[in-house]
């Protein structure tokens, strides 16, 4: 049991669940009900129909990566060493098929097309990103990072519908710190930044990642961005990538005019660790060096998709 676990990437599913209920609080007082709201069962299928997903996509790409694993994390392989390859397969897709069954049940009751088309599109992608577009160039890296950005929009849009069925009780209390956006395109709006900023960020982590992975995939034949271009020329892609994410960061103020500049914390740390990444990267050589960029990236990632938890806590306490 503890090698499926392992197999799903624990850590990543509790980052996305984290990211999924700390922006469903953020609006949840404001736009939903009893009904409706983060302690609804409905919300709670969307979460884990999304989990769901994203565990059977890890599942999948570690299944696909066997031989390129063995050369770039012999310690860390699953299949094959602790779980069978039939296994895996046979998982995965059950975990897909409940997920879409979820997102079938949801559509329905919620009276929208969009999650069945989400959750099928995103089965789709994973499996293809993890057969095929993963060793190709830059491609798969920007489809896992439009993925990831996918978890944002899904509660921006499940709020979005709360809205539009008329469980509206005013946005006042959700507004802040914002000045504007005083209607429900706030809800999308926000939504979108959100997802924005994490497609920025998982884009460089997924091409870090295949700095890292150079080795195996090249066994592979991969044409992945470090394969193709180099390394030297990969990094500075990446340096590239994070300097518009730090950029766009007093640009998000400016342009929603925050009240208060206590609330862009959050982001400054994500800057921050953003600054810290590229620095390291001019610098490194060693797998190692990839790893602690790699983390300060994830770390940077969770600051920014958890700001609007710290918004709404300051709305409370302060």
Request: aromatic content about 16%; some cysteine.
């Amino acid at each position: 049991m503890i090698h499926f676990i392992r197999l799903t990437r624990p850590l990543n599913l509790l980052v996305i669940a984290l990211t999924m209920y700390g922006l469903g609080w953020y609006f949840d007082d404001s736009v939903a009900t009893q009904n409706t709201g983060i302690s609804s069962i409905y919300f709670f299928l969307l979460v884990f129909s999304t989990l769901l997903i994203a565990a059977a996509g890890n599942i999948i790409n570690d299944y696909f990566d066997v031989r390129a694993d063995r050369v770039n994390k012999p310690k860390q392989l699953i299949i094959d060493v602790h779980i069978k390859r039939r296994v895996a397969i046979v998982t995965h897709w059950a975990l897909n098929i409940l997920a879409f069954s979820i997102a079938v049940f949801l559509s329905w009751k919620l009276e929208t097309f969009w999650y069945v088309f989400i959750h099928l599109l995103s089965i789709y992608l994973l499996w293809y990103y993890s057969s095929y577009f993963k060793r190709k160039f830059l491609i798969g890296n920007i489809f896992i990072a439009g993925l990831t950005a996918m978890v944002p929009i899904l509660v921006g849009l499940y709020f979005f519908q709360c809205y539009q069925i008329g469980n509206t009780r005013g946005f006042a209390q959700y507004n802040y710190p914002f000045e504007q956006f005083k209607n429900v395109s706030f809800i999308l709006s926000l939504s979108f930044i959100l997802a924005a900023f994490a497609f920025l960020f998982n884009l460089a982590r997924e091409i870090i990642k295949d700095i890292e992975d150079i080795n195996g995939d090249k066994i592979l034949k991969a044409k992945t961005v470090p394969i193709v271009l180099g390394v030297d020329k990969t990094k500075v892609i990446v340096e590239a990538i994070l300097g518009m994410a730090i950029l766009a960061i007093p640009l998000l103020s400016a342009q929603l005019k925050f009240l208060d500049k206590i609330v862009l914390l959050p982001f400054g740390c994500a800057a921050l660790l953003a600054l810290i990444s590229i620095a390291l990267l001019f610098r490194a050589k060693e797998k190692a060096s990839y790893k602690l960029i790699n983390t300060c990236l994830k770390l940077a990632m969770v600051f920014g998709l958890l700001s609007p938890v710290f918004w709404k806590l300051i709305s409370i306490y302060a």
